[in-house]
C-alpha cells in the first residue's frame, strides 16, 4: 500500500488558496467593515461584523471563494415588511462605496478587481432587549461567549419576503469540533473533496460548497489519521449511505450545522444529485486502486486521475547507460 503521505501534502499546498489572495480578501472584508461601522446613516443600527463561511472555515480551495461577512444590527424584526427594508437600507449605504453591488437571496454580493465579497444582514430579538448580549457579539470572532454560541440570527430571505433563522457561529464550530475528532483531518478532507468535485465535471453546478461539506460531515470515517485512506473511506461511505437515494429518485435531507430544522440540500436536484452519485462511484475504484498500489509511481499517476494535475506526479526514475562509461582521459594517466 502507497499512502504517498508527502504527495498529499505538496497536493494539498497546491490547492490552497495563494497567499496573495488571501491578502485581497484581508484587505477587501477589513475596509468594507470599517466603512459599515462608520457610515453615517448604517452605523446608528451597526452592532457588529463577522466572517463565516469556507474563508472563516479554513475549508476553501484554490483560487479562493467570496468573502462572506454577517452584519449584525439592532434593527427590529417584528414590524411587518421589516426584512425587505432592512435589506434595503444595507443595500443603499453599500452602494454609496461600492460601484458594482448586486441583490442575492439572503445576500449583497460586491465584485472588485481582486475579490469578491458576500455581505448579510442580520439582527436578533435579544439584541433590542438584552445589553450583555449585544456586548457579547464584540467578541464574535472568537467562540469564547456562550451567550453568543447558543444564539441563532435572523437574516431576510429576499426570495420569501422574511426572516429565517441562521446561526453561522455553530457551523464554524461543527467544524472546528469534527475536524478535532478526526485529529486535524477533516478540513484537508473537505479541500480534496471539494477539488475532486471541481475537476471532475463542470455540469451540472450543484451540488458544492457548504453541502459538499455537509455530506463530507455526514460521512468522515473519524478513525483515519491519513489523507489517502480518508478519501477513500468517504466516498466508500458516500456510496453506502446515498445510493439508495439516487436509485430511488430521492435526495437525501442534510440538516444545517447550525439550524438542524434548515435541510442545506432543498435546492439539489434528483437529475444533480443522480450525477453527484454516478461520479462517485466511477472515482471510488480508482481511488481504491491508488491506495492500494504498491509502486510509488503508479499510485501517484492513479491519484493524478482522481484529483487531476494539481497533486504530484512521480519523479521520473534515472536512466543510466547500457555499458559502463569509460574515463576520458589520455593513455597513461591514472
Given at each position: 500500500?502507497?499512502?504517498?503521505?508527502?504527495?498529499?501534502?505538496?497536493?494539498?499546498?497546491?490547492?490552497?488558496?495563494?497567499?496573495?489572495?488571501?491578502?485581497?480578501?484581508?484587505?477587501?472584508?477589513?475596509?468594507?467593515?470599517?466603512?459599515?461601522?462608520?457610515?453615517?446613516?448604517?452605523?446608528?443600527?451597526?452592532?457588529?461584523?463577522?466572517?463565516?463561511?469556507?474563508?472563516?472555515?479554513?475549508?476553501?480551495?484554490?483560487?479562493?471563494?467570496?468573502?462572506?461577512?454577517?452584519?449584525?444590527?439592532?434593527?427590529?424584526?417584528?414590524?411587518?415588511?421589516?426584512?425587505?427594508?432592512?435589506?434595503?437600507?444595507?443595500?443603499?449605504?453599500?452602494?454609496?462605496?461600492?460601484?458594482?453591488?448586486?441583490?442575492?437571496?439572503?445576500?449583497?454580493?460586491?465584485?472588485?478587481?481582486?475579490?469578491?465579497?458576500?455581505?448579510?444582514?442580520?439582527?436578533?430579538?435579544?439584541?433590542?432587549?438584552?445589553?450583555?448580549?449585544?456586548?457579547?457579539?464584540?467578541?464574535?470572532?472568537s467562540?469564547?461567549?456562550?451567550?453568543?454560541?447558543?444564539?441563532?440570527?435572523?437574516?431576510?430571505?429576499?426570495?420569501?419576503?422574511?426572516?429565517?433563522?441562521t446561526?453561522?457561529?455553530?457551523?464554524?464550530?461543527?467544524?472546528?469540533?469534527?475536524?478535532?475528532?478526526?485529529?486535524?483531518?477533516?478540513?484537508?478532507?473537505?479541500?480534496?473533496?471539494?477539488?475532486?468535485?471541481?475537476?471532475?465535471?463542470?455540469?451540472?453546478?450543484?451540488?458544492?460548497?457548504?453541502v459538499l461539506?455537509?455530506?463530507?460531515?455526514?460521512?468522515?470515517?473519524?478513525?483515519?489519521?491519513?489523507?489517502?485512506?480518508?478519501?477513500?473511506?468517504?466516498?466508500q461511505?458516500?456510496?453506502?449511505?446515498?445510493?439508495?437515494y439516487?436509485?430511488?429518485?430521492?435526495?437525501?435531507?442534510?440538516?444545517?450545522?447550525?439550524?438542524?430544522?434548515?435541510?442545506?440540500?432543498?435546492?439539489?436536484?434528483?437529475?444533480?444529485?443522480?450525477?453527484?452519485?454516478?461520479r462517485?462511484?466511477e472515482?471510488?475504484?480508482i481511488?481504491?486502486?491508488?491506495?492500494?498500489?504498491?509502486?510509488?509511481?503508479?499510485?501517484?499517476?492513479?491519484?493524478?486521475?482522481?484529483?487531476?494535475?494539481?497533486?504530484?506526479?512521480?519523479?521520473?526514475?534515472?536512466?543510466?547507460?547500457?555499458?559502463?562509461?569509460?574515463?576520458?582521459?589520455?593513455?597513461g594517466?591514472?
Amino acid at each position: 500500500m502507497a499512502n504517498l503521505p508527502s504527495y498529499f501534502r505538496d497536493f494539498l499546498s497546491e490547492i490552497e488558496p495563494s497567499p496573495s489572495y488571501k491578502e485581497d480578501q484581508k484587505n477587501g472584508h477589513t475596509t468594507l467593515r470599517r466603512r459599515l461601522a462608520e457610515d453615517g446613516d448604517f452605523k446608528v443600527v451597526h452592532v457588529n461584523t463577522f466572517l463565516q463561511g469556507s474563508y472563516r472555515r479554513n475549508t476553501a480551495i484554490h483560487p479562493g471563494k467570496d468573502v462572506d461577512i454577517v452584519v449584525v444590527t439592532s434593527i427590529d424584526p417584528d414590524p411587518p415588511g421589516s426584512a425587505s427594508a432592512a435589506n434595503k437600507r444595507l443595500g443603499d449605504c453599500l452602494k454609496r462605496y461600492y460601484r458594482n453591488v448586486a441583490p442575492q437571496s439572503r445576500s449583497w454580493g460586491i465584485t472588485l478587481s481582486y475579490v469578491m465579497m458576500d455581505v448579510v444582514l442580520a439582527t436578533s430579538r435579544r439584541i433590542r432587549k438584552d445589553a450583555s448580549f449585544a456586548a457579547s457579539l464584540f467578541k464574535a470572532d472568537s467562540l469564547d461567549s456562550d451567550d453568543w454560541t447558543s444564539e441563532p440570527l435572523l437574516i431576510p430571505d429576499r426570495d420569501l419576503g422574511r426572516w429565517v433563522e441562521t446561526h453561522p457561529k455553530r457551523q464554524l464550530a461543527w467544524t472546528s469540533e469534527l475536524n478535532a475528532a478526526c485529529g486535524g483531518y477533516f478540513v484537508p478532507l473537505v479541500k480534496m473533496f471539494k477539488w475532486w468535485r471541481k475537476v471532475t465535471y463542470d455540469t451540472p453546478k450543484y451540488p458544492k460548497g457548504y453541502v459538499l461539506e455537509r455530506l463530507a460531515g455526514e460521512c468522515v470515517d473519524t478513525s483515519k489519521r491519513d489523507h489517502a485512506e480518508g478519501f477513500v473511506a468517504l466516498l466508500q461511505n458516500i456510496q453506502a449511505k446515498y445510493v439508495g437515494y439516487a436509485l430511488a429518485g430521492l435526495v437525501p435531507i442534510l440538516p444545517d450545522a447550525g439550524v438542524p430544522s434548515h435541510n442545506v440540500a432543498h435546492r439539489l436536484s434528483v437529475a444533480d444529485f443522480k450525477t453527484f452519485m454516478e461520479r462517485v462511484a466511477e472515482a471510488l475504484p480508482i481511488a481504491r486502486a491508488a491506495l492500494d498500489e504498491k509502486d510509488i509511481n503508479k499510485s501517484a499517476e492513479g491519484w493524478r486521475r482522481v484529483f487531476g494535475d494539481k497533486f504530484p506526479a512521480a519523479p521520473e526514475k534515472a536512466s543510466f547507460p547500457p555499458t559502463p562509461v569509460r574515463p576520458n582521459k589520455p593513455a597513461g594517466f591514472a
